[in-house]
Structures are given as structure tokens and as C-alpha cells.
């Protein structure tokens, strides 16, 4: 009879609904553990370029040495001196000294670039946003832009209360440039359409700002902020070695004038480590704030 078959063909179609149904918890499964599987292929790769980059150092320094490079510590000895309780040149993971220097470098990184991002982030909006702005600091912020900031360590020292304050200022000159140059592409490339779906819809000045403005230009604020923190490590260094009496930059021309070669090497290797987990930290704030664009790039911010 035609009506026997009517019961399974219901319940066949409602286990194909059913399993329908579970087919996005299953793809956003499946795009889970595809991300998981790409950020260990990552690792394995860091890995493995970190290995071959600490291979290549001891093959220059320990096995096939080129001329002049007698004098460069190969890995081996440097970790055995940097893991050492009682180091032969003074600074170790063991000595107090170490991390004094580690903690006033990062004070003033931090302290300088927090200053630019307080100043740089507003500024860049509003350059990018007022064609008022834009006509009148553009031209000045190109001016200064280009100027390295070591070149005005002279006169921040001349003119500033103090060396501390000094180091501070040169550093955070280079991370407000950056700041400022990427927050401004940030606002200036939101399209139009935008502006004008948002004028549509009646948003007032302030509701286009908080909402179609910041969110839409985060992306290129992060990425300022990432090259920001770069520079700023870069600038501390040099203001260390040219004003400062502490800090990484100072342990490093200090290891130079007397010739210790590990502790150049050291302070080396720490300020890349600190400035890498900097710019992750920054990166990792990002992606939290940025879930949207993970939805929309399919889960890659």
C-alpha cells in the first residue's frame, strides 16, 4: 500500500534534517582543528629555522672559522656562560644585574610607548577624518617623520630634566611616527560606501566615529602598534648606549668597551626575545578585540 511507505520516507527525511542541521557545528569542527594543525605546522617550522640558524653559528664559530671571527663565542659556550651561577664576565640567568637592566628597559619601552599611543592613535584618527587636520599637522608630521630619533638625542638631553627622561622621549618618538602614519591609513582606507550606509541609517557624528571609524580601522591600528613596539626597542637601545647608564643598550656598548664578547651576545638575544613577546602580546590583544574580522576571514584575523 502506498501509505506504508510513508512513515519511513518522514523519518528518513527528518534523519537527513537532522544531520543538515549538524553539518555547520561539524564544518566549524573540522575549520578548528585545521587551524590547530596549521599553527603546529608553524611551530615545527620556527623550530626548525631557529635550529638551523644555531647550526650555522656553531659551524662559523666552532668548526670552519672564517678570519676575524675567532673572537665570537659559539653557542655551546655562550649558553653554559648565560646559564652559569658564576659567570666569568659578571652577567648570567643567576646575577642580579641582569635583571636590573631587563627591568629598566622594559619600564621605559613600555613607559614610551603607551605615551604614543595615548597620542598617536587619537592624532592619526583625526588626520585622517578632518580634511582640516590633515592640510595643517600632514606637512608638519612629514617634516619630523624622517629624522631619525637618535639625531635628537643631543638635544633631548640639553633640554629635558633628565638622562631617564631623555631615553624615554627618543623612544617614543619613533613608536608615535608609526603610530600616527598607520592609524591614519587605517581611517583613510574605510570605503565610502560606509560613511554613506551610516549617514543613511542617521547615525549622528559620534556614533560614525565609535562605530564605523575605530572598529573599521583597527586592523591597521594593530599593525601600527606592532611596528611601533619594533621601533621603540630599536630607539631604547640607542638612546641607552648614546644618554643612558643602564639597561640593555647600556650592558651591550658597555660589554663592547671592555671586550666581552658573551655579554654583547646576551643582551642581543634578550632584547630580540622581549621585543618578540611584545609584539605578540600586542598581536594576541588584536585578535581579541578583532573577533569580527576572524569570522569574516574565516578565522584568521
Known sequence: MPGQHVAPALDDYDERL????????????????LRLLSRSARLRRGVLGLLGFVSLWYLLTAVAIPPRFHFIPDP???????????????????????????????LRVYAAFA??????????????WSTFARNTLGPV?????????????????????????AVIFVTLLAAFFA????????????????????????????????RVIVPGSLPSIFTGLQIAMGVAWFSLVG???????????????????????????????????LGWLSSALIR?????????????TGGHP
Do not use: K
Request: net charge positive; proline share 6%; with cysteine.
Open 18 to 33: 537532522a544531520r543538515s542541521a549538524d553539518w555547520p557545528l561539524a564544518a566549524g569542527d573540522w575549520r578548528g582543528r
Open 76 to 106: 655551546l659556550y655562550l649558553f653554559s656562560e648565560w646559564t652559569s651561577r658564576e659567570p666569568s664576565h659578571g652577567v648570567s640567568l643567576y646575577t642580579r644585574a641582569y635583571y636590573e637592566h631587563i627591568g629598566i628597559s622594559i
Open 115 to 128: 605615551i604614543s599611543v595615548a597620542l598617536g592613535t587619537p592624532l592619526g584618527i583625526l588626520m585622517g
Open 141 to 165: 608630521i612629514e617634516l619630523l617623520r624622517p629624522v631619525p630619533p637618535l639625531a635628537w638625542v643631543p638635544l633631548a638631553v640639553l633640554t629635558l630634566p633628565s638622562v631617564e627622561s
Open 179 to 210: 603610530t600616527v602614519l598607520n592609524t591614519f591609513l587605517g581611517v583613510r582606507s574605510i570605503p565610502a560606501t560606509y560613511l554613506r550606509a551610516a549617514a543613511c541609517l542617521g547615525y549622528r557624528r559620534a556614533d560614525v566615529l565609535f
Open 239 to 273: 638612546g641607552e648606549m648614546i644618554a643612558g647608564r643602564s639597561g640593555l643598550g647600556y650592558l651591550i656598548l658597555d660589554a663592547y668597551t671592555q671586550l666581552v664578547l658573551p655579554n654583547i651576545f646576551i643582551g642581543m638575544i634578550t632584547l630580540g626575545t
Open 284 to 296: 594576541r590583544l588584536g585578535e581579541r578585540l578583532m573577533r569580527w574580522q576572524a569570522h569574516r
